[in-house]
């Protein structure tokens, strides 16, 4: 499918209320050839002849063609204005949705800016095509034509020479196009990069503050807002120069028609009542030659728009719905990862990764920044798509469970906290926004949110800013785990979920934690071993792969990268402990001896 084809696919809903339009454009085209032809007459019979007889039938007919064909005129306008609307509301719904559909490739890859210019100035392009040029196009070139018929009738050759003009506005027209489609396609970039600045620096704006660099940031907007205006320049210099040349023809039109008409009179070939009549056509003429610079602008801006859109939705996403989806309510929470490897282009970020859960269990994911933790969850999740191996939920491959299925079953709490402008019960009920506010307390209790936010001017009514401005860190990562809880899902998984949080309250969220264990399947990635210690399974991932797995115990006693990390979190605290406990227990024996004696 092309572009066009998609944009008329839109248009074509509605065909029946734009061909009724058009039929009321034509009735108007052809009542413009009545003021022309009754001025003729009234010069013939009553200027030029005396006769006064139908003057009052003429101007009665005059007036009623007139206030009709403004009538007319309001219809189809609103007709096309209304349609606009309706295929505007339409295609950003579609849109809209395929917004939705899109995985985490997409997002990568496309900027929220240049999204955000799909939604707004696109869009607004394409709705303006809908609800003018369209039947401004249409209505012009019949004008012309009907123009050209009545003076073909009166004479055909002062209508001959009319002509001659069309070879010439054919070109400028065509050549126009050609020309200005550039220009607007680097109009479109430059908005969409400006619009991209904007938004980064508007969301990005306390990091600006906090370096202190808004002038460089002023200068770097000046930059993209003197690249916008410059786009928008080249381009009015490009059409610019025609306009003048269909002006000029336009008026090459009034002196063929006054000298060769005028000429013709003198000779006695032609009435003076038909070249008032003939000059009463000549804004037929005149006006779509007026307008076709313009037209052509609308219609190149409108072009650059849907073929932006097109090219922006009609990139499939990498994570398909499966054919045959496995779709269930509810999944135990049996997790196998076998031989999974995932590669980004050259890049190897996982590695044979080999490791079974059973349903209730509780796994720890610990190692370096950057090994690939947050990857593993969003391999599980299938953000990504595993390069080799497979991943198993319940026994079943997770590429084969619908994917609305898989995540529903899935509680995520992201490392990066996104709340959005709401309240906190709002952000915390997104899973489920009709469940009662009883559930919502409860799951705030459990991720020790409950007590800070009852603090809070409005609670659990206040509404906390964009990305959860107001709230501190750890406020907001609290929030976050009881969005995830409250969906009680089989699968959890707490990404970096208590960094933030101090231990004190990290220990109560646990102890809450501990109180649901066997509910959910539950993956913990941190960087504290106080947050995984207690799991069934701590996975050790360092540069993609597991290179320890066990109980806290076992990868104590390994000597390795878990045992290190211990050391460094409790420095020789477990020696003094040791060396305590030994010197306890000779205390102990020492007073049993005395004791004895
Ligand atoms: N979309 C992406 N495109 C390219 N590389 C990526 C992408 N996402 C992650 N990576 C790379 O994959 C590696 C693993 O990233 P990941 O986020 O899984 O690390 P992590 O273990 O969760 O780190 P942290 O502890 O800092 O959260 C990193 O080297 C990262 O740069
Ligand atoms: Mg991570």
Not at 29 to 55: C, E, F, H
Request: glycine letters at 6%.
């Amino acid at each position: 499918m092309t572009a066009m084809q998609w944009f008329f696919s839109f248009i074509k809903k509605h065909m029946k209320r734009l061909i009724f339009a058009l039929v009321l454009v034509t009735i108007n085209s052809v009542g413009a050839i009545v003021t022309p032809k009754i001025s003729g007459i009234v010069v013939d019979d009553v200027i030029m002849g005396g006769s006064r007889d139908n003057l009052l039938i003429l101007v009665i007919i005059l007036l009623s063609v007139t206030l009709l064909r403004s009538v007319i005129r309001f219809c189809f306008a609103m007709i096309f204005e209304k349609t606009s609307q309706k295929v505007l509301y339409e295609i950003r719904d579609y849109v809209y949705q395929n917004f939705m559909k899109q995985d985490f490739t997409f997002y990568n890859n496309n900027r929220t800016g240049d999204l955000m210019s799909r939604q707004t100035g696109d869009m607004d392009a394409i709705r303006h095509f809908v609800a003018y040029p369209i039947y401004a196009i249409y209505e012009n070139t019949l004008l012309f034509v009907i123009a050209l018929v009545m003076v073909f009738i009166v004479d055909y050759r002062l209508a001959l020479c009319m002509i001659a003009v069309m070879p010439l506005t054919v070109f400028v027209t065509a050549k126009q196009l050609l020309s200005v489609k550039p220009a607007f396609q680097n109009i479109r970039q430059h908005f969409s990069s400006l619009n991209t600045f904007v938004q980064e620096n508007i969301s990005g704006n306390r990091v600006v503050k906090a370096f202190a660099k808004e002038d460089y940031e002023i200068a770097k907007f000046n930059i993209e807002n003197d690249g916008f205006r410059d786009a928008e320049l080249s381009a009015s210099e490009i059409w610019k120069k025609y306009v003048p040349v269909f002006e000029f023809l336009a008026h090459a039109l009034t002196v063929i028609l006054y000298m060769v008409g005028g000429i013709m009179v003198v000779k006695g070939s032609m009435s003076m009542g038909n070249l008032v009549a003939i000059s009463g056509y000549l804004w037929m003429f005149n006006m779509p030659l007026r307008q076709a610079g313009w037209l052509v602008n609308d219609v190149q801006r409108f072009t650059t728009s849907v073929e932006k859109v097109y090219s922006t939705i009609s990139v499939e996403p990498s994570i398909k719905e499966p054919k045959q989806a496995v779709v269930k309510d509810y999944f135990k929470g049996d997790i196998e990862f076998n031989k999974v490897s995932y590669s980004i282009g050259q890049e190897e970020i996982l590695k044979d990764i080999d490791f079974r859960v059973k349903a209730g269990q509780t796994v720890g994911i610990i190692g370096p920044t950057g090994s690939g933790k947050t990857t593993l969850m969003n391999l599980l999740c299938r953000f990504y798509d595993v390069s080799s191996g497979s991943i198993t939920l319940d026994g079943i491959d997770v590429k084969k469970i619908g994917l609305h299925s898989l995540r529903d079953n899935i509680g995520l709490a992201m490392q990066d906290v996104f709340l959005f402008s709401d309240t906190i019960e709002g952000n915390i009920a997104f899973a489920r926004p009709d469940c009662s506010v009883e559930e919502v307390i409860a799951a705030a209790k459990v991720a020790n949110a409950h007590d800070f936010i009852i603090q809070m001017p409005d609670g659990y009514d206040t509404i906390v800013g964009e990305r959860g401005v107001g709230l501190s860190g750890g406020q907001k990562q609290r929030i976050s785990l009881a969005r995830a809880l409250l969906k009680k899902p089989s699968i959890m998984i707490l990404d970096d979920t208590t960094s933030a949080v101090d231990m004190e309250t990290e220990t109560l969220i646990q102890d809450e934690l501990k109180s649901l264990e066997g509910n959910y399947t539950v993956f913990i990635i941190a960087h504290r071993i106080s947050s995984v210690k207690d799991a069934d399974l701590i996975l050790v991932v360092e540069d993609g792969r597991i290179v320890e797995a066990g109980d806290h115990e076992s990868l104590l006693d390994e000597n390795g990268y878990y045992h290190k990390v211990f050391h460094h979190q409790y420095g020789d605290f477990d020696k003094i402990l040791k060396e305590t406990k030994g010197r306890d227990d000779t205390l102990e024996n020492t007073n049993e001896k005395r004791m004895g004696e």
